[in-house]
């Protein structure tokens, strides 16, 4: 037989949980208010095996509930991470990759017209090979800054849609066409 500090101290808890545990009447003391080992060990392991059972028998609402209640709580954490600029949604990563990839490509149909009119205009092959490099290093350089981060903006410049190139080439009868297909490609 053991006092009440001896058998908490036995099952792992605290005195005053074994004196509640005592006054609820799930456990019971001696004539002398001891409390016997081989009987309280067996009370105790049965009062603990119920509240076990009982919470493997939760209904399927308390389980819907719980999940729900932790996936809120997490995507209020995602959410404000987000606000703190801890975590960046994808949103915003598309935009910027978006944006990006339109100015590499008004870059390039910057670059076609201006290739286009160097090869016509020039005088001999080797001028042509000579002002298409330049070019092309001008352009690779400008493509290189936009990896490198400088310049890259979520704003940017559209240089012309095929549907402005052809009103503004119906407009000037100077421009020339020759080496173009109808595409806007050169041939």
Known sequence: MLNQRQMAAFLGIKP???EWAGNEGIIKR???GRYP??????????YERALHAKGNKRSE????????TRAKAEAAERKLAMLDRALVGTGDIIERTKAVCLRIKSKLQAALPRIARNCYYAPNVTEALFKVRAEFDLLIAELSALEAGEGVH???VVVASDEEGEKEGAKDPDRSTAGEDPSGGIS
């Open 16 to 18: 005053s949980r074994l």
């Open 30 to 32: 001696d004539e002398r």
């Open 37 to 46: 080992c081989e009987t309280l060990t067996a009370q105790w392991l049965e």
């Open 61 to 68: 609402f308390e389980r819907e509930r719980a999940r729900l």
């Open 154 to 156: 979520p704003e940017f």
